[in-house]
């Protein structure tokens, strides 16, 4: 198994709703990372979690509040977002958080009207 | 961290052709990534070169390395309306994760 599930795929919700990103794999990788990313831009990075803790948080809104349950899953918690926050929005895994390739899921289109 | 560099931003050939892609970056990596997107999904992974290493082949992909000049070039040969995409180089640098250039958009007419 080599893919990276992310649900749900899109997404519209409201600016005072509450919602969660979800993303699994189950390649025994240790490192898991949440990306944005807008229309024809790259993809920024937001977190990076090693093995189950939250190692990177690049100055992201606290509107927007990772978790990671254990090693197989990590959610991204939504609540009070602004219009700008609609992208896409990516998880992607890797072996170990250094030095390794990164499997990338299909990404969360997210709304916010 | 420090981003890549790709150019050109967006490329146009003929299906048949070779496609040439370059990335540019500023300080030393580890390695060096190459991945594909579609349509605004997500990304795949194409092919890492590590920074001892100057050149990388998978199918119809060849990569280069140059550390000297701190440049990569991905090359598709013979191109198909799939290579379709937009591709970006990854830099993997010390022990920090990886950060994405902007990207070069091909088009491949059929």
């Known amino acids: ?113 | 961290s420090q981003q890549g560099e790709e150019d050109p931003q967006a490329l146009s050939i003929q299906e048949g052709e070779n496609a040439t892609m370059n990335c540019s970056y500023k300080t030393s990596i580890n390695n060096l990534q190459w991945y594909r997107q579609n349509s605004g999904r997500g990304l795949v992974h194409l092919i890492l070169i590590r920074s001892n290493e100057r050149e990388k082949h998978s199918g119809r992909l060849r990569v280069t390395l140059d550390t000297s000049k701190k440049s990569s070039s991905l090359l598709i040969t013979a191109s198909r309306a799939a290579d379709t995409a937009s591709y970006f180089c990854a830099l993997n640098s010390g022990n920090t994760p990886l950060v994405f250039g902007k990207g070069t958009r091909l088009s491949v007419i059929a």
């Open chain 1, 1 to 113: 198994d080599t893919e990276v599930t992310q649900t749900p795929k899109h997404l519209v919700m409201g600016m005072t709703n509450k919602k969660s990103l979800k993303c699994e794999q189950h390649m025994g990788h240790r490192a898991m990372y949440w990306y944005k990313q807008k229309a024809k831009k790259p993809p920024e990075l937001m977190f990076v979690y090693s093995y189950e803790k939250l190692s990177i948080n690049e100055s992201v809104p606290s509107r927007f509040s990772p978790e990671c349950p254990n090693s197989s899953l990590l959610n991204l918690h939504l609540h009070a977002l602004q219009p700008e926050d609609s992208a896409l929005y990516l998880c992607a895994s890797s072996l170990f958080r250094e030095q390794a390739e990164a499997f990338f899921g299909q990404g969360t289109r997210l709304t916010v009207v």
